[in-house]
């Protein structure tokens, strides 16, 4: 959705509420698709702090399904987003390119709802995320998911040294 920030960017000292459904139902980092599975609307203030200029704060919730890292598992990741932005007019942008690649989600007047949201949760997108604290993850062998219990393979790799003790131990029990 867009939002139209025209009077907000342009009478200096105005402030606008406004609350905004999220439209994603999915979440691509480039690699991965995530499903939405819940979200709140965005609640948004804006202030113009001077003509031209406003701030744009929001707060959102939203859950997306992602996978453990380790063992596979679905995990339903609660994001809170709470974001401060400055955002300035079109014509006030001009000054420096570092402005516009801050503010890629307006257009023109305008705030693109969706863009803001899709960069926030990109920026608290965790580097790893996992079904709990101590995963064990799944087994290398069985592919048996440890968490709910041991599958009594044999992990143990055993020192080459060791195993010709074993072989010895083994051949004299058969005498
Ligand atoms: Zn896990
Ligand atoms: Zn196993």
Do not use: H
Request: overall charge negative; aromatic content about 8%.
């Amino acid at each position: 959705m867009l939002i139209n920030l025209t009077d907000v960017l342009t009478s200096e000292g105005k402030t606008q509420e406004v609350q905004v459904p999220i439209e994603m139902t999915s979440f691509s980092n480039g690699m991965t698709e995530y499903k939405v599975i819940e979200k709140s609307p965005v609640n948004f203030k804006f202030s113009c702090i001077e003509r031209g200029k406003a701030q744009i704060y929001g707060k959102a919730q939203i859950v997306l399904e992602m996978n453990c890292d380790r063992c596979l598992k679905e995990v339903k990741k609660k994001f809170e987003l709470d974001f401060f932005r400055e955002v300035f007019a079109p014509d006030e942008t001009t000054e420096s390119t570092d402005d516009n690649d801050d503010q890629n989600f307006m257009e023109g007047y305008q705030l693109n709802v969706e863009d803001l949201v899709y960069s926030e949760i990109l920026l608290n997108l965790p580097m790893k995320v996992l079904c709990r604290q101590d995963c064990k993850g799944i087994c290398r062998q069985c592919g048996k998911n440890l968490n709910e219990g041991e599958c009594g393979c044999d992990t143990f790799i055993p020192d080459p040294r060791m195993a010709v003790i074993k072989d010895i131990f083994n051949a004299n029990k058969e005498v």
